[in-house]
């Protein structure tokens, strides 16, 4: 079964405006990553938080992470056109050297 | 330093033919792994190698096999492709654990007619 889950599936706000996606999951993990994919590229890593860490800041990107309520947030402040694309939320458990993925959100900014 | 590089880019075959998908990486990253996505939904894990001469099953192995040739370079092989084979193969690689970030190729687009 799928671990991650992300919400909305799409979001369209102005340039300027910011940007929340969520992301749940359903069993205990190692850390959670986040990853974005324009069309028709791979993928490419924004940030990684540990389980133990509850925020986490890079650039115009704020992540939290929540354990007891199997969740995570991405935050991107002052949105620009550039940040077009889908995101990604990525869980690594702490056994069985698996990574999951879950089914993205598609975020489009308008300028 | 082209990071993870993958061939071919398109390839269209018909059902019951094989191929090979070719996956390097210049990181020198012990850890690679094969995923596929399909529209509406994530990536899904097909195989992976911890490290050079070892491969595991992912989620969605079934239909393929893998070579880890060096540490450089992982393979993914299509024995008889089946339309239910058509989606974007991704390849990536890690410094280590699973755990570690995780580094993409561009993607290779496969339609099995």
């Known amino acids: 079964s799928q671990q991650g889950e992300e919400d909305p599936q799409a979001l369209s706000i102005q340039e300027g405006e910011n940007a929340t996606m969520n992301c749940s999951y359903k069993t205990s993990i190692n850390n959670l990553q986040w990853y974005r994919q324009n069309s028709g590229r791979g993928l490419v890593h924004l940030i990684l938080i540990r389980s133990n860490e509850r925020e986490k800041h890079s650039g115009r990107l704020r992540v939290t992470l929540d354990t007891s309520k199997k969740s995570s947030s991405l935050l991107i402040t002052a949105s620009r056109a550039a940040d077009t694309a889908s995101y990604f939320c990525a869980t690594a458990l702490f056994t069985g050297n698996q990574f999951y993925f879950g089914t993205g959100t598609s975020l489009t900014v308008i300028p | 330093n082209a990071g993870v590089t993958q061939t071919p880019k398109f390839q269209v075959l018909k059902t019951g033919q094989s191929m090979t998908l070719q996956c390097a990486q210049d990181m020198n990253h012990n850890s690679m792994y094969w995923y596929r996505q399909d529209p509406g939904m994530g990536l899904r894990l097909i195989y992976y190698?911890?490290?050079?001469?070892?491969?595991d099953k992912g989620e969605v192995p079934n239909g393929y096999n893998v070579s880890r040739l060096n540490k450089r370079e992982f393979s993914l092989r299509l024995e008889s492709a089946a339309p239910s084979q058509t989606s974007v193969y991704f390849c990536?690689?890690?410094?280590?654990?699973?755990?570690?970030?995780?580094?993409f190729g561009p993607g290779t687009r496969l339609t099995v007619l």
């Open positions: 990536a690689s890690s410094v280590g654990h699973h755990t570690d970030t995780q580094y």
């Open positions: 190698s911890a490290s050079e001469g070892t491969t």
